[in-house]
């Protein structure tokens, strides 16, 4: 059992994984609809796997370093066999995924905002959910949510209560953009009620 010395909160769970299952559920219940269960395992099992370094960075341009999606999407489309392209589309997928929900400021300050993540991953999994010999009802619904399903790992992954004004801000101007609940709840959790 840990002990969370920023909030006081016993946390209960002896792992990653069960940490991030118990988090994606919590804030799954609000979603409407809410993502099914197999696509909650996937999304879990991809953060753990990213929590590596050696699952999260490629090899490029002689560094351990993020290969940029557009790249990836390249690769995808000289892939040499219909195997190859549904990994690299998977990979592409993912990492817009979390990359999206969990560093979109430090990308937007360099000019790639959020839609670019939306739609290099909902474009990756909507070929998987075609092509893809397994989990089509997963790469269907990450296409059709990938806007909520970011915003349910950026809810998942936080364990920060307080935040700075710069990320309050950031968040608030989400929220107004979108609407979405759970910005809602992050913002309220913080002491802005946007109603």
């Avoid at 990308?107 to 010999?133: P, T, W």
């Avoid at 801000?169 to 913002?187: F, N």
């Amino acid at each position: 059992m840990t002990v969370n010395t920023t909030s006081k909160h016993v946390l209960t769970e002896t792992s990653l994984p069960e940490y991030f299952r118990t988090q994606l559920h919590l804030y799954a219940d609000y979603l409407k609809p809410k993502p099914q269960e197999d696509t909650l395992w996937y999304v879990g099992e991809m953060m753990v796997r990213f929590s590596r370094s050696d699952h999260y960075f490629d090899y490029y341009n002689g560094a351990l370093q993020n290969r940029p999606l557009a790249l990836l999407y390249g690769d995808a489309t000289t892939a040499s066999s219909h195997h190859e392209r549904c990994l690299i589309l998977q990979r592409l997928g993912d990492m817009a995924l979390f990359v999206g929900a969990l560093f979109p400021e430090r990308h937007a300050r360099h000019g790639i905002k959020l839609d670019y993540f939306v739609g290099m991953g909902s474009a990756a999994y909507d070929y998987l959910a075609e092509q893809s010999n397994k989990n089509r009802h997963i790469f269907r619904e990450l296409t059709q949510q990938f806007v909520k399903i970011i915003e349910l790992i950026a809810a998942a992954a936080c364990r920060r209560t307080k935040k700075s004004d710069a990320e309050l801000i950031q968040l608030y101007e989400r929220w107004r953009e979108t609407h979405d609940p759970l910005i809602a709840k992050q913002l309220k959790a913080c002491g802005i009620d946007v109603n």
